[in-house]
């Protein structure tokens, strides 16, 4: 704007000259002088409009520049708070994981508690029973001692009776006494018997007490981390901005669960090599032994390393249901704008146990953004089973598992609302559908 001011006297002349006829001597230096004038004057009262518009430009581009860096502190501090939010709820889960845990062992040994408090109360009246008969008989023994008391042992021989019946109510002395002796010793013994039954049924009792309570505590710790979790949950959906950002966090859930699984692969290689080469051989002495025809018979742990290390074969409904109950997601079925369900989703009950599919390794058990407590299972020959969402695991990373084993309870780990089970399937590190192994 200040260049077109500027030039315009020049490019005036320009125009004057190159369009009109030359002038008169006497009237061109006045009328030239006049145009100039003229232009010059318009040139002055443009300059003020032209600066005010440049000004205009940089304030505006301020004011951008100033909403471009309110908008990014905001976001960042939304990312940060969501950061917070989510190790908040990893933590809150974890200890949802570890009470539940406690609160299956304490469960656990109060049904064993159970169970011996019952065998005492049978056996404490059985040992009441034994006690009352064995009472009667010594009271019948003691009357009958009484009713003979006027012919004792003593007065027989220093009467010197030899006669037949003395020799038999002799006899029959010697045997009640014996008899009477007999009943008391094992009265005796029944009386210290049930005192030492019904002692240890008191502690049983007071043990039980104290679990109860302590099983009262874990309840109370497990429903405050849960209202807590739900705070948190609240929270973490109220800051996650919809559809793009979702999208965003479960395409970096996925990246952190394949990238977690390549790191236990890594660490695992040592042991999966050295286990592929024994099964190797196990395999290569059952191959000889077949074109020999001689009998060959694996040792158990042989067949248990030919188990874990074979894979899962081909689909045709052999392995068995990791847990039973409604399926809320299918593998294939749209998850959120173009991303796809890796595996299914299982609705079950919450605490019920997770069962492993075949016969395996523990490769990872980890609690991982999305998926919550996940247990990932080796099984040979690039197959892997996964389990997540889970309440609690309960077996440790490197823990050889059978078909049919618990490895978890079922929880809503990972930030999910209703207790279920994400199950998957990889064969080479690549997702296939889980379902035609399953069986009926």
């Not at 010594?138 to 009357?143: N, S, V, Y």
């Not at 008391?184 to 019904?198: D, F, G, M, P, V």
């Not at 694996?298 to 067949?303: K, L, N, V």
């Not at 069962?355 to 690039?382: C, F, N, P, T």
Request: with cysteine; aromatic share 4%.
């Amino acid at each position: 704007m200040k260049e077109s001011a500027f030039f315009a006297p020049s490019r005036v002349i320009q125009s004057v000259n190159a369009d009109s006829q030359p002038l008169p001597e006497r009237t061109t230096p006045r009328r030239l002088t006049s145009l100039c004038a003229s232009v010059f004057c318009v040139g002055v009262l443009l300059w003020p409009l032209a600066s005010h518009a440049a000004g205009d430009n940089q304030s505006q581009l301020k004011d951008i520049q100033q909403s471009i860096a309110e908008k990014e502190k905001v976001v960042k501090q939304q990312l940060q708070q969501r950061r917070s939010l989510q190790d908040q709820l990893r933590q809150q889960e974890k200890t949802i994981a570890q009470v539940s845990r406690q609160m299956r062992d304490t469960q656990g040994a109060l049904n064993q508690l159970g169970e011996d408090i019952s065998g005492l109360n049978a056996s404490i009246a059985k040992r009441q029973k034994q006690q009352s008969i064995q009472q009667s008989i010594l009271a019948k023994q003691l009357d009958a001692a009484f009713r003979q008391g006027q012919h004792s042992a003593e007065q027989l021989i220093l009467s010197g009776e030899e006669s037949q019946r003395s020799e038999r109510i002799l006899a029959y002395f010697s045997y009640l006494n014996e008899a009477r002796l007999q009943t008391i010793e094992e009265l005796k013994q029944t009386r210290n018997e049930l005192a030492e039954q019904k002692t240890t049924l008191l502690a049983k009792q007071n043990q039980q007490k104290t679990l109860l309570g302590e099983q009262q505590m874990q309840q109370q710790k497990l429903e405050l981390a849960r209202s807590t979790r739900r705070k948190t949950l609240t929270a973490l959906e109220a800051s996650l901005e919809k559809d793009q950002q979702r999208l965003v966090e479960l395409r970096q859930n996925e990246i952190r669960l394949r990238d977690k699984i390549v790191r236990a692969e890594r660490e695992d290689r040592l042991r999966a090599e050295r286990e592929a080469r024994e099964a190797a051989k196990v395999h290569a002495k059952e191959q000889q032994a077949k074109k020999t025809g001689t009998p060959y018979q694996p040792s158990e742990a042989d067949r248990s390393l030919m188990a874990r290390t074979g894979g899962l074969g081909r689909p045709a409904g052999q392995a068995i249901w990791p847990v039973r109950g409604s399926t809320l997601h299918s593998f294939g079925e749209p998850l959120h704008g173009e991303l796809r369900w890796k595996g299914m989703v299982i609705e079950a009950r919450e605490g019920s146990e997770v069962k492993a599919i075949a016969d395996g390794r523990v490769l990872l058990a980890y609690w991982l953004q999305g998926y919550g407590l996940v247990v990932v299972i080796e099984h040979g020959k690039g197959d892997m089973s996964l389990y997540g969402y889970n309440q609690s695991t309960l077996i440790n990373v490197g823990t050889q598992v059978r078909a049919g084993q618990p490895i978890a309870l079922v929880g809503t780990s990972g930030g999910q609302g209703t207790p279920s089970l994400y199950f998957e399937i990889r064969r080479q590190g690549q997702v296939v559908n889980p379902l035609p192994w399953l069986g009926r």
